[in-house]
């Protein structure tokens, strides 16, 4: 059956957006950083209803780049990397990483790469989330190798970088390990086993962003039966499938160890599943989402047709959008 009848739901393409005047720019900036999150916030719900264009989603995070708030600044960041990865393929990849590079480099002036003692909290985390979407996004490589670095003294449980550097130094490397770096995946399961600081061993469980078939493989057939709790070893299954967006060698590999993975986990965790394996806003993969859990057992049916209606709403948006962030990104090439 296909999945279009399987979700019972409408793909026709919207054909008008809610017009919604935006505020002048600077009126924007002059909002207190509680407002200028909730405009952000409110934008993006507008987008995701097909209400606004992307393109006027980008102009309200272009303008709030340049916020005084650093809490603003980082919801600005939090919605480049989430743009980034529901939205791009490989012919916008980098005319998307100039509009990274561009909105962000005042902040990066403004912060640094390197970690300041007694720096408050906030700045330490918004440099992490930073430096993050400016190596994966930003397609940087001064600060792609620089978080490489930074992974191997981390790792040793004994530095003073902080957690939130850490973790996405981490996922850095995983994100941009190569077939020549295996050894990698097997280190991060390494520190999991053996390290007895709980900071250290939460950061590599939530950086096994791994996109290379060996080391995916490798975390395929080691979870299982590695020393982690029901919620890591969904954490990172939910990971692997966010992170690969050609998901068809994941089932294949799933399929074989379906069993073993579902074994030791709750009912609770169990029931979400289909939820857990997101497509990642991809048609080929809601298929083969639904291809894989459809004649499996009733407790994952109620999670799949919600994923299949949630996955359906964003393929529309999305199949109406693609074209205006690419006129959009034209102007950052």
């Known amino acids: 059956m296909p999945i279009l009848m399987a979700v019972g739901f409408c793909w026709s393409l919207f054909t008008s957006y809610t017009a919604q005047a935006l505020p002048a ?23 995701d209803n097909g209400d606004k264009t992307i393109n006027d989603h980008l102009k309200v995070l272009e303008t709030l780049a340049a916020t005084k708030h650093s809490a603003a600044a ?29 909105l962000l480099k005042p902040w990066l002036d403004e912060v640094g790469l390197k970690e300041v003692e007694g720096q408050p909290y906030d700045m330490v985390y918004l440099r992490a989330r930073m430096l993050r979407a400016l190596a994966q ?55 999991t086993a053996s390290t007895e600081n709980q900071e250290l061993r939460k950061s590599v469980v939530q950086a096994m962003y791994f996109q290379d078939p060996t080391s995916i493989h490798y975390i395929f057939e080691h979870t299982p039966k590695a020393n982690l709790t029901s919620g890591e070893r ?11 967006k050609e998901q068809k060698i994941l089932y294949q590999w799933l399929e074989d160890d379906f069993g073993k993975w579902v074994a030791n986990l709750p009912l609770l965790y169990q029931s979400v599943l289909p939820e857990v394996f997101t497509p990642s806003c991809q048609w080929d993969n809601a ?47």
């Open 25 to 47: 720019h600077n009126d924007l900036l002059a909002q207190s950083a509680e407002r200028q999150i909730h405009i952000i916030v409110d934008s993006r719900k507008a987008l």
């Open 74 to 102: 980082l919801v600005v960041i939090d919605e480049i990397i989430s743009i980034g990865y529901v939205y791009l393929d490989k012919r916008n990849l980098y005319s998307y990483a100039y509009f990274v590079n561009a």
């Open 137 to 191: 996004f930003g397609r940087n490589k001064q600060i792609v190798t620089y978080l490489q670095s930074l992974a191997p003294e981390y790792l040793t449980g004994d530095s003073d970088i902080s957690p939130e550097l850490g973790t996405e130094a981490l996922r850095i490397s995983a994100i941009f390990a190569s077939r020549n770096q295996q050894e990698l995946v097997h280190r991060y399961f390494q520190v």
């Open 234 to 244: 969904v954490y990172i299954l939910q990971r692997l499938f966010w992170q690969n």
């Open 287 to 333: 298929q083969a989402l639904y291809d894989f859990f459809n004649d499996k057992r009733s407790i994952f049916q109620s999670s799949l047709q919600k994923q299949l209606s949630d996955t359906a709403q964003c393929l529309q948006v999305k199949q109406l959008q693609k074209p205006l962030l690419n006129d959009f990104l034209t102007t950052y090439n």
